[in-house]
């Protein structure tokens, strides 16, 4: 059984940073990713890593600011969140797929965790 667990999440002023993590169980070496939901929005594409961490991607929203990386040894992703702005403000949610190639949207994960907050406040 596949399960997620991301932890890291919190309220954070403007400028500041966070660091997400997400441990993976049943799912080893396949790529993963981190997406977001604000209140009356869709879930959104963060960051995506493959299995091999060899690529990554990012929004555009984000970019120059997040990193996404991964441990396999720890079957563990993280997210980076730097320069934070009240517009980061949502659930961060991370994903697996089954397989080793990363892809951004939402419809190719095929688990997900329970969601972490992140709140920055202005």
């Known amino acids: 059984q596949v399960q997620l667990a991301e932890s890291g999440g919190g309220l954070v002023q403007a400028g500041g940073s966070l660091r997400l993590s997400c441990v993976v169980s049943?799912?080893?070496?396949?790529?993963m990713g981190w997406f977001r939901q604000a209140p009356g929005k869709e879930r959104e594409f963060v960051a995506v890593?493959?299995?091999?961490?060899?690529?990554?991607y990012y929004a555009d929203s984000v970019k120059g600011r997040f990193t996404i990386s991964r441990d396999n040894a720890k079957d563990t992703v993280y997210l980076q969140m730097n320069s934070l702005k009240p517009e980061d403000t949502a659930v961060y949610y991370c994903?697996?797929?089954?397989?080793?190639?990363?892809?951004?949207?939402?419809?190719?994960?095929?688990?997900w965790g329970q969601g972490t907050q992140v709140t920055v406040s202005s």
């Open positions: 994903a697996v797929r089954s397989s080793r190639v990363a892809v951004t949207s939402t419809t190719g994960y095929d688990y």
């Open positions: 049943g799912r080893t070496q396949s790529a």
């Open positions: 890593i493959s299995g091999s961490g060899g690529s990554i």
